[in-house]
């Protein structure tokens, strides 16, 4: 699974539902124009010329235009609105669902598998671990993903899927949503939601004319005011059938966009799980679960495409936003019986009790695992085994410490700050952290500083994942306040390493996003147009290698079929290689995967790919908002 090129299907997507909109809103204000035409003058609401030029086939222009582009005026209103509000990120929606954010310390075990699952499959992508929201009051299996980035991203699961599905078909099912980040179907699914807004607002407005022509009457009895109560009625009931007909091609362009990118994810959520059976059985399970996959909250037939599976009953097959559910599985598959799997309603787990995660054990376990999955990237000999890795690096106890510091932003900031911990500046390290007047970080900091110093570089990126999405829940002034404190932790012993900046920026990308709210658009549509950011990124990692700078610098320039020269040593430093990574953010997603599979190429030129390296491709990918999956990195290394 390419995800990049389905990056760009996505994007082509977008260009057929916006060219779709464009001709639902022309036929929406033509049947609009007519309607109005007839009701006005069987009313007798116009008098007049205008009685007569509203006739059926005699069509005052003026009027139709001024008609058309109030109309216009007020779809492009309703879509800005709900672009601006659920471009905030995915928490907009999940919170216009009902959901709830998951508690971080819960005592349940089935919230706490869910989490551990996120966080591991999170870090498979190699990306920070999104929010997890719970659906409590939804007994159907279903869950969503949303978000504009895989910064602002959200994970929703509902109670029926956490207690119904085992872990590996949970697993399946979170690695069927993240699917959608990194193909970066989210983004697609909000200009979806918003468009779509705006074609079914003529219903409600029309539903709000015969309200208010209702209240009218019964108000007031007089012939003049009966007759503008019933023209008023009839324009109700004309944007209300209106609407529709939008409704019916508002559920024609869902069910067009949406069907075969659910194929597609079903289909990554193996590579991500490395097991069919996950996904398999979740699907089978939904089959024999009497609510199914529906959600009963009032909002979600209006995002039904972000949803796993269909949330409502539907009628006619060409309204459906999922494929069907036979369909689906067959093609992960293809053996099926036909049978599927029936689980009482009471339905604890099919595994045993003490496979659900439950205290500070499983948290051992599930850091473990997740790390291990973080560096499992090893298909050649020069790679250590990563269970080795994981075992001999993080013990048990630390483990279970590290995973519960993660959850709480006092903790996580330790953690990020302890990774930066150097004896030889310890002293103005401390000093910095005393000034920032945090109660309890700098005891933290001391003794997680010296811990995180064995740690091998494979393992420094997941760790910073796993405590980005902990800090988001800081105030804004809270989060100033250790931004600033971590500036001053990088400096403190006069140099910024690569390492540092990668920290620092990971930090910053994601956490911005939450907290300023920008949002950015891709500008490079071409690679010749960020040659010299090129030429910088590619450059400052051959210079890591110990091999030859030139041939490792040269290789890259090859994959990328650019006639680049090797900048001087003096242009590659930390902070021109960070401002040309901000450039080369933004390019359009497939120009990104040709750009990492360049830097893979300088970093391997050698014949070694070093931990360091690694992380550094790694962390690039996730500050472009591009995270390289552990497969796909794979692939591209071992298709050189």
């Not at 529906?294 to 999922?322: C, D, I, P, Y």
């Not at 500070?360 to 085994?385: D, G, M, V, Y």
């Not at 040659?531 to 210079?543: C, I, N, Y």
Request: aromatic share 6%; glycine share 8%.
């Amino acid at each position: 699974m390419d995800f990049f090129r389905e990056q760009e299907v996505a994007r082509r997507n977008t260009r057929l539902l916006t060219a779709l909109f464009i001709g639902a809103v022309a036929l929406l204000i033509g049947a609009i124009n007519l309607f109005l035409a007839y009701v006005l003058t069987s009313s007798g609401a116009l008098d007049g010329e205008y009685s007569t030029a509203f006739q059926l086939g005699h069509l005052d222009i003026g009027v139709t235009l001024v008609v058309s582009i109030s109309l216009i005026v007020v779809i492009g209103a309703v879509v800005l609105y709900n672009w601006i509000r659920f471009s905030q990120g995915g928490l907009s929606v999940a919170e216009a669902l009902g959901a709830r954010p998951a508690v971080s310390n819960t005592e349940d075990p089935h919230e706490r598998r869910a989490q551990n699952i996120v966080q591991e499959i999170a870090l498979a992508a190699n990306m920070p671990v999104p929010p997890l929201y719970i659906l409590d009051e939804e007994p159907g299996i279903n869950a969503f993903a949303a978000g504009i980035s895989p910064g602002d991203a959200v994970i929703a699961i509902t109670q029926g899927a956490m207690t119904q599905l085992t872990r590996d078909e949970l697993q399946g099912v979170v690695g069927h949503e993240f699917s959608h980040i990194l193909n970066g179907d989210m983004r697609l699914s909000i200009r979806l939601m918003a468009m779509l807004r705006g074609i079914t607002f003529i219903g409600d407005m029309g539903a709000v004319f015969m309200r208010s022509a209702v209240s009218h009457r019964a108000r007031r009895s007089s012939n003049s005011s009966t007759s503008n109560t019933f023209g008023l009625l009839l324009i109700g009931l004309g944007l209300y059938l209106v609407g529709l007909l939008g409704g019916v091609m508002a559920g024609l362009i869902k069910s067009a966009i949406s069907k075969q990118k659910e194929y597609l994810a079903d289909a990554s959520s193996v590579q991500f799980t490395r097991n069919p059976n996950g996904i398999s059985d979740a699907l089978k399970v939904i089959g024999g679960h009497t609510p199914g996959t529906l959600v009963e909250s009032a909002r979600a037939e209006e995002m039904s495409h972000l949803f796993f599976g269909q949330v409502k009953h539907r009628l006619w097959l060409m309204f459906a936003t999922h494929p069907p559910l036979e369909k689906r599985i067959r093609r992960v598959d293809p053996q099926w019986n036909g049978e599927f799997i029936t689980r009482a309603q009471n339905h604890q787990d099919a595994e045993s009790r003490s496979n659900l995660e439950t205290g500070i054990s499983q948290a051992q376990r599930s850091l473990t695992a997740a790390l291990a999955i973080a560096t499992e990237l090893r298909p050649e000999a020069n790679f250590p085994n990563p269970l080795e890795a994981s075992s001999t690096q993080i013990n048990d106890k630390l483990a279970a410490d590290i995973i519960e510091d993660a959850r709480e932003p006092l903790g996580a900031m330790s953690l990020l700050l302890a990774l930066l911990w150097q004896e030889a500046s310890s002293q103005t390290q401390r000093t910095a952290i005393h000034k920032s007047d945090i109660t309890g970080l700098e005891v933290l900091v001391a003794r997680r500083g010296t811990q995180l110093q064995a740690m091998k570089p494979e393992l420094r990126l997941p760790l910073i994942e796993l405590c980005l999405p902990t800090l988001k829940t800081l105030s804004a002034p809270q989060y100033q306040t250790f931004k600033r404190l971590l500036i001053e932790v990088v400096k403190a012993d006069g140099k910024v390493d690569l390492f540092e900046w990668c920290l620092y920026q990971l930090v910053r990308h994601y956490l911005d996003a939450h907290f300023v709210k920008r949002s950015s658009r891709p500008q490079h549509a071409q690679l010749k147009d960020v040659g010299s950011s090129l030429a910088v990124a590619l450059g400052t990692l051959a210079q890591l290698s110990h091999g030859n700078t030139e041939a490792a610098f040269q290789a890259g320039a090859r994959v990328l079929n650019l006639p680049l020269a090797l900048p001087a040593t003096e242009a590659m430093g930390v902070l021109p290689f960070g401002k040309a990574v901000e450039q080369l953010a933004n390019c359009y997603p497939l120009l990104k995967v040709t750009i990492l599979k360049a830097l893979a190429e300088v970093a391997a030129q050698d014949g070694h790919l070093s931990p360091r390296e690694l992380t550094l491709i790694k962390a690039i990918g996730a500050v472009m908002d591009c995270p390289l999956p552990n497969q796909m990195l794979q692939d591209t290394l071992q298709s050189r």
